[in-house]
């Protein structure tokens, strides 16, 4: 995300400074961060110094997320999609679409951050749309998502699309407080999320004895494999981790790196094995594979 932002800092500061911003890339390499961190620059009462520590007023109330003119828009936990009246409260006539109306408050913006784009359900889309239409000189929208194929062309369109790529080993180094940047490195994906997360000893350290639990696990017996699982499914919100641990592991083994985890072993069907992870990672989706399979059920009954 470091070489991203300087390019967003570049195109903002430019003549034709664009009122809507698209922010793609995988899950991970820091999209939301960044617009959080442009949001800040773009209201940052020292803004030719800018810095992530800058504790101008503007800069602090973003970082608590009290600012009156940054509104971040995102899917509730509990909603398959972001829904109309987190942007719309028609009785009212208030709601962020009403509000970005008027000048803004505190800042020298209003900012609109919807994240994960891909999710606006279809009327969201369209307002949004409609504003990116008549844009306003003191709003910037900001939309981030890793699935561009679900936002409509003409939004797209009218965004200036920047594409978020994974960190490179530089940028691995100058986040990360480790030494062993290899380790780093791997750990990470190059992930920009996982690199700051990994700052933390106590986090580096469950991810060395984790995979070292899982190395042992591979080579134990069927009963030891069952218990294992049976401690994994006990915290579901984790499920992703140990599917990242575990992909991590067999990358290592295919690029034969880190030994030291698996040792010797020879693991015949490794590529059957990188096939099951790849569905169990879209079986952790849940739901949604389980509504296809419903309908396509319901679908394959012939009635006469
Ligand atoms: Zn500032």
């Not at 913006?109 to 009327?123: L, Q």
């Not at 679900?150 to 994974?166: A, G, H, K, P």
């Not at 990188?274 to 012939?302: C, D, H, P, Q, R």
């Amino acid at each position: 995300m470091l070489k991203e932002f300087e390019l967003i800092k570049k195109i903002s500061l430019s003549e034709s400074c664009p009122h809507a911003y698209l922010f793609t890339g995988a899950t991970g390499v820091g999209k939301f961060e960044t617009a959080i961190k442009f949001a800040k620059f773009l209201n940052c009462e020292n803004q030719s110094e800018f810095s992530d520590d800058c504790d101008c007023d503007q800069c602090k109330m973003i970082n608590k997320n009290i600012h009156p003119d940054v509104y971040i828009v995102e899917k509730q936990e509990s909603k398959k999609e972001i829904v109309d009246s987190q942007i719309i409260d028609k009785d009212k006539k208030e709601g962020i679409i009403y509000k970005i109306n008027n000048n803004p408050l505190s800042g020298k913006y209003n900012i609109v951050i919807i994240r994960g784009a891909d999710s606006m359900n279809k009327t969201v889309s369209n307002t949004i749309l409609k504003n990116l239409e008549e844009p306003k000189t003191d709003t910037i929208f900001i939309l981030t998502t890793a699935n561009k194929k679900n936002i409509l062309e003409t939004i797209i369109s009218r965004c200036c699309v920047i594409d978020f790529n994974l960190l490179n080993r530089d940028e691995v180094t100058k986040l990360t407080n480790n030494e062993d940047i290899d380790l780093i490195c791997d750990l990470s994906s190059y992930k920009y999320k996982r690199v700051l997360e990994l700052n933390d000893k106590e986090v580096l350290d469950r991810y060395i004895n984790d995979i070292k639990e899982f190395c042992n696990v591979i080579k134990s017996s069927d009963t030891d494999k069952i218990l294992y699982i049976g401690k994994v499914l006990e915290d579901k919100a984790k499920l992703w981790y140990y599917v990242y641990i575990w992909e991590l592991v067999f990358n290592f083994y295919i690029s034969q790196k880190h030994n030291e985890f698996l040792g010797n072993i020879i693991i015949e069907n490794i590529g059957e094995v990188m096939k099951s992870v790849y569905s169990l990672k879209e079986a952790i989706t849940g739901n949604y594979i389980l509504e296809i399979k419903l309908n396509n059920f319901l679908l394959s009954i012939k009635v006469k």
